[in-house]
């Protein structure tokens, strides 16, 4: 499939935010955390139009390149040609979250087997490792309203939202906020490792939970670790294994 280079059609802060977000398109199959052509990651581009990247609906996470990544403003509306529609549901779940939180310039959103296992236990996320720890320090919960394609459901997920970075999404999936792509894409591998790792441990003997003060001190220890789950901490690893792995994704 040949896409043209959209490299000398856009700014120079846009390119190297399309292939930022194809490296995370890239990293999430990586990772086995996407869903054939389904679910999405979504990036505000700076500036006061409110528009945003987001993938072209088709395509495989793996196949995503910069050039091929679709732009679109707040209702949806193409604002670059591209022979790929957007999927409704997914616009309308990124651009609440974008609409609300002036620093989201990164939202992810999967549905992966353990994620959506956890989504549906009555507890959800449990204090059971440190993995867990990192979630529960900004976890929210919104429940689930069939597919998400009505801009009627935009509030009540806003409102549950809150400003977390971490939302569960009941009976459907996980979703995490961050400033960038690559605070983003950390927060969603925190967030599904957590939810490996309980279903796990829930398939074992009884558990043993985390202290509720430790629990409660997690935030700085967040700061300490990572820099508050600071995904400039990792991202540079992260790019040279996307690298390894195929760097057509910069194309």
């Not at 505000?44 to 390149?65: A, K, Q, S, V």
């Not at 091929?68 to 529609?85: A, G, H, W």
């Not at 040279?240 to 195929?246: F, P």
């Amino acid at each position: 499939m040949h896409i043209p280079s959209l490299k000398e059609v856009v700014s120079a802060e846009e390119w190297q935010l399309r292939v930022d977000l194809a490296a995370g398109y890239r990293l999430v199959a990586a990772y086995g955390m996407s869903d054939l052509v389904f679910t999405h990651i979504s990036v505000r581009i700076p500036g006061p139009e409110h528009h945003f990247l987001i993938n072209p609906y088709g395509l495989m996470f793996d196949e995503i390149t910069a050039s091929s990544l679709v732009k679109v403003d707040q209702q949806c509306n193409k604002l670059i040609d591209s022979p790929f529609p957007v999927n409704p549901a997914g616009f309308v779940i990124h651009s609440a979250v974008h609409e609300v939180r002036e620093d989201a310039g990164c939202v992810i959103h999967t549905h992966t087997r353990a994620g959506v296992a956890v989504s549906a236990q009555k507890d959800g996320v449990l204090p059971i490792s440190q993995q867990s720890t990192f979630v529960l320090g900004s976890l929210a919960y919104h429940g689930y309203e069939g597919v998400a394609f009505r801009d009627e459901e935009k509030p009540r997920l806003q409102a549950d939202l809150g400003n977390a970075s971490f939302l569960m999404l009941r009976n459907h999936g996980l979703l995490t906020v961050g400033r960038t792509i690559a605070d983003a894409f950390l927060a969603m591998y925190t967030f599904e490792s957590t939810c490996q790792i309980q279903i796990s441990a829930q398939s074992g003997g009884e558990l043993t939970q985390v202290n509720p003060l430790i629990v409660k001190g997690v935030a700085e220890a967040m700061r300490v670790q990572t820099g508050g789950l600071g995904g400039a901490f990792a991202w540079p690893a992260l790019i040279r294994k996307a690298d390894r792995l195929d760097p057509s994704y910069k194309t």
